[in-house]
């Protein structure tokens, strides 16, 4: 879509605003709206100012205006707004010397995009993220010098079996672990997802399914098809905004945390990824998996930098409370086919070359994905670069080795803190071709030591008490 028809969009649907878009450091979209003669097709290329050091991560105050140049390939209506609006995904401009901003996720993702046809390797990579959620309808939490909560509830929840409610309670509640594709009326959230799907159509999502997931109370996830890297990026923020909208709409809330329940299963991103060129697969071969030999150097890149990957595709403390043993969490860093309990799974639903891709299962939601998929990228790149040996694939329950066998398995870091302690130390990869830059790395691995580590660890938890109040 060009300039002139994302204007000609809004004017036939009557759009009285204009609401630019960008996605922040950590990942979550911010937006500033403009009535709609406030831009024509110059503002394609000239951008609108805001303050960048407002923005998590970003600008110093003495050096804070930034540019907002929408890209109209990603124009859309805003379906929730009560006024017609028009939405368009911004990419981020340094005012005085024009040029791209280091620090803009979108960015990253170009380069990323960018270097892999620079390379020769490919022309172009595919991404299928599987991002999972849970849809809630209470959530309170504080914390401050005193104390210190949260409080979830779930009409759904297995919890609640016992409990009282206004209408009577009518049962049919997951029970833990077992909240995997049960039929209404179990499954309390058929119509929910139906309705955040078709909102995805309208937009041009292409969805290819929608189902409960294994967690009690409410765990989802619905699957798009397949897309280029940048375009699906701004696709899965789309579809997060999508379906918290439609979950709010709803009386309820919705959220990508990856692990807001304690002892059931947290919500995970597993991301599927093939590399083409000139219209050819080339993951598909006669090796393990039906892999080529350049698939399984890909894989073998992965699995060398996942503990480095991990600071990107698990940024947050709470990833790492999904990333234990058990509940389907792929801890071990290992490559198998049909086994769901390694890091790096070869899907074999169908022997189709087109179908050959790499199920990378240890990412979770609560990443930014244009900075997981660029990293995940660049991993794989390396790996084909370097001719990288995956390793001996592993067919076999991980979870039930036995502690010999399990020591053998390289695993994902235990904590944030140590996830941005193997960032610091293995990133050289992400460099090449400039994608990610030595501040960009900095920088990240600075603001989620002190936005994010350290709050956690200075604040007692609620379960010490219990632990040791009395000692």
């Known amino acids: 879509m060009t300039p002139k028809q994302a204007l000609e969009l809004a004017k036939k649907n009557n759009a009285v605003m204009v609401d630019l878009r960008f996605t922040d450091w950590p990942g979550t979209w911010q937006h500033c709206s403009f009535p709609i003669d406030m831009i024509d097709e110059s503002t394609f290329e000239d951008g609108l100012g805001f303050d960048g050091s407002s923005i998590r991560g970003w600008q110093a105050i003495n050096e804070s205006d930034m540019l907002m140049v929408p890209d109209a390939s990603t124009a859309f209506i805003d379906p929730f707004y009560k006024h017609p609006t028009l939405v368009l995904i911004c990419d981020i401009v340094d005012p005085v010397t024009k040029e791209p901003y280091g620090r803009d996720p979108r960015y990253i993702a170009t380069k990323a995009e960018n270097y892999l046809k620079q390379s020769g390797i490919g022309d172009t990579v595919y991404i299928g993220p599987e991002a999972e959620f849970f849809v809630f309808n209470s959530v309170r939490y504080n914390t401050d010098a005193q104390e210190g909560f949260y409080f979830i509830d779930s009409v759904e929840g297995a919890w609640n079996t016992g409990r009282e409610e206004a209408a009577g309670n009518l049962a049919y509640k997951p029970r833990p672990q077992e909240g995997y594709f049960p039929a209404p009326p179990t499954d309390h959230y058929q119509d929910l997802r139906t309705e955040m799907v078709l909102e995805m159509q309208k937009l041009g999502i292409v969805v290819e399914a929608q189902h409960h ?10 699957d798009m098809k397949f897309d280029t890297l940048l375009k699906m990026a701004d696709q899965l923020v789309t579809y997060k905004y999508i379906v918290k909208q439609v979950a709010r709409r709803n009386g309820l809330t919705a959220t990508f945390m990856p692990k807001p329940v304690f002892e059931g299963n947290g919500s ?41 990957l991990a600071a990107l595709t698990n940024p947050t403390t709470n990833s ?152």
């Open 268 to 308: 995970g991103m597993h991301t599927h990824q093939s590399i083409w060129k000139g219209g050819n697969p080339l993951f598909a071969g006669d090796g393990y998996g039906g892999f080529s030999e350049l698939g399984l150097h890909y894989v073998g890149g992965i699995l060398k930098h996942s503990r480095a």
């Open 320 to 471: 790492y409370k999904r990333l234990t043993p058990g509940y389907e969490a792929p801890v071990n860093l290992a490559l198998s086919s049909r086994n769901r309990s390694a890091s790096c799974r070869i899907p074999m639903y169908s022997q189709s070359p087109k179908a050959k891709r790499i199920e990378v299962r240890y990412p979770d939601p609560s990443c930014n994905p244009y900075l997981a998929f660029s990293a995940m990228l660049m991993a794989g790149l390396d790996g084909i670069e370097n001719k990288i040996d995956p390793g001996d694939p592993l067919d076999k329950n991980i979870y039930a080795l036995s502690p010999e066998e399990a020591a053998s398995i390289p695993s994902m870091p235990a904590s944030l803190d140590e996830a941005l302690d193997c960032l610091q130390e293995d990133h050289e990869f992400l460099l090449k071709g400039d994608v990610f830059t030595e501040d960009a790395i900095e920088n990240w691995i600075e603001y989620k030591r002190e936005e994010e580590c350290n709050p956690v660890r200075l604040r007692p938890h609620p379960h010490e008490f219990e632990l040791y109040f009395d000692i």
């Open 213 to 222: 997931e294994v967690a009690t109370a409410g765990q989802a996830e619905i």
